[in-house]
C-alpha cells in the first residue's frame, strides 16, 4: 500500500534506512527516497539530515543532493542558506539535468521566476540543446522536463515563444496544449459559477494529471543490459546455457542500440542501459532461488538495477562517450546512424 498519512511516510522512510544498511552500493537513491518520505512525513529537519549524511560520503550526484537539500531548507524557514546553495550549484554548472530541474522548481515554487528562468536556459546550453531546430528524438528524456518547465515559466514571466518553447510544444503529446496547461490564469476559472468554465478546467486537469501518472509510472529507465566484453566471456563460461542469447560480445553491443532505437521509436521515453557484472548476476540469482543460467532472469536483473539507480540515460548526450566503453564518441560509435 502507497503511504498515505505522516505515519505511513515515516514508515517508509524507516524501511528505506534500514533497507540502506544492508545495501550500502545503493544507498544514494535510498537515501534520498527516504528524505523524500521524511519530508512528506513533516520531519523536513531529519530529512535535512540525510542529506547531509549523504553529502559527507561518496555519491554519485551531489549536486541533485544539495538541490534537494535546498528545495527542502527553503520549505522550512532557512531561506539564506538555501539560496547559497542554490547560487553554488549554478556557479558549479554541473551537467545533471536532474539537479538543474530541482533548482529551477524551488525558485518557481517562491515566486523568482527571473532567476528560475536564467537557471534553465543555462542548463539546456550546458546540456548542448542548441537554440537552432534539432530533431526531438534526439534530446535526451532527461533533459525533456527542463523545456517543459522552462516552457511554463516564460508563460508566467508572459514571454514570448522561443525555439526551446516550440521543441517543447513537440515534445507534449497530451491532447491539451501546454499553453493551455501553462496558462497563468487557468487557475482564476476555478473560483468561477460558469459551469462551461468548470469543465473545461476539469478537462486541462484531467490531462495534466495524466501526464504526471505516466511520469509516476516509470520512476526509473526501461534498462537494458549491458555485458562488458570480458563478463560475458566469464557470464558464457560459466553458464553456456547463455550462449543462444549472447552470440558474440559486438552483436550483444548491436543488439543492445537497435533494441533502444526500436523502443525510442515506439514512443517509449526515459531509457537507460545498466551495466552487468557476473557477481552481482549470480547474486541476484540466488536471491530469486533460481539458476544463473535461467535467460528469463536477465530482464529482471536489468529491471532492479535500474531501480536501484544504476542506469544511465540514453541516448548519451551530445559529444559524450558512447555507453559500449570503447571511450569513442557516441556519434561515432553506436550512435552512427542506421540505414
Not at 487557468?186 to 459551469?195: A, F, K, M, N
Not at 550483444?252 to 514512443?267: N, Q
Request: aromatic share 6%; with cysteine; hydrophobic share 40%.
Amino acid at each position: 500500500m502507497r503511504p498515505d498519512t505522516p505515519a505511513d511516510h515515516t514508515a517508509e522512510a524507516e524501511r528505506l534506512l534500514r533497507t540502506a544498511a544492508q545495501y550500502p552500493e545503493d544507498h544514494e537513491p535510498l537515501l534520498l527516497q527516504a528524505a523524500a518520505h521524511l519530508e512528506l512525513a513533516g520531519d523536513r529537519p531529519k530529512a535535512t539530515t540525510l542529506y547531509d549524511r549523504l553529502l559527507a560520503s561518496k555519491v554519485d550526484h551531489p549536486h541533485l543532493v544539495k538541490a534537494f537539500k535546498a528545495a527542502n531548507l527553503w520549505e522550512y524557514g532557512h531561506e539564506p542558506e538555501a539560496r547559497a546553495i542554490i547560487e553554488g550549484i549554478r556557479a558549479a554548472a554541473p551537467l545533471d539535468p536532474a539537479a538543474w530541474e530541482i533548482v529551477a522548481e524551488t525558485l518557481e515554487a517562491h515566486d523568482e521566476l527571473d532567476l528560475a528562468h536564467a537557471s534553465l536556459t543555462t542548463a539546456l546550453t550546458m546540456l548542448g540543446v542548441g537554440e537552432e531546430v534539432v530533431d526531438v528524438t534526439g534530446i535526451p528524456y532527461s533533459t525533456q522536463s527542463l523545456l517543459t518547465t522552462r516552457h511554463r515559466v516564460r508563460r508566467l514571466l508572459a514571454l514570448p515563444h522561443d525555439t526551446w518553447d516550440t521543441l517543447a510544444d513537440e515534445l507534449h503529446t497530451a491532447p491539451i496544449t501546454l499553453d493551455e496547461l501553462h496558462d497563468p490564469k487557468r487557475l482564476w476559472s476555478l473560483g468561477s459559477e460558469d459551469p462551461a468554465e468548470l469543465q473545461a478546467e476539469l478537462a486541462r486537469l484531467r490531462a495534466e494529471l495524466g501526464s504526471y501518472r505516466a511520469a509516476l509510472s516509470r520512476p526509473f529507465p526501461v534498462a537494458v543490459l549491458h555485458w562488458p566484453e570480458p563478463e560475458l566471456d566469464e557470464l558464457l563460461t560459466a553458464y553456456p546455457e547463455l550462449q543462444s542469447e549472447y552470440p558474440t560480445h559486438a552483436a550483444h553491443l548491436l543488439d543492445i542500440e537497435a533494441s533502444l532505437r526500436e523502443l525510442a521509436a515506439a514512443g517509449t521515453p526515459n531509457l537507460g542501459i545498466v551495466t552487468a557484472t557476473v557477481p552481482s548476476y549470480e547474486a541476484f540469482a540466488a536471491s530469486e532461488s533460481s539458476s544463473p543460467a535461467n535467460a528469463d532472469l536477465l530482464p529482471q536483473y536489468a529491471t532492479t538495477l535500474a531501480a536501484r539507480g544504476r542506469a544511465v540515460a540514453w541516448p548519451p548526450g551530445r559529444g559524450a562517450d558512447c555507453w559500449c566503453g570503447s571511450g569513442v564518441a557516441y556519434g561515432d560509435c553506436h550512435g552512427v546512424a542506421q540505414t
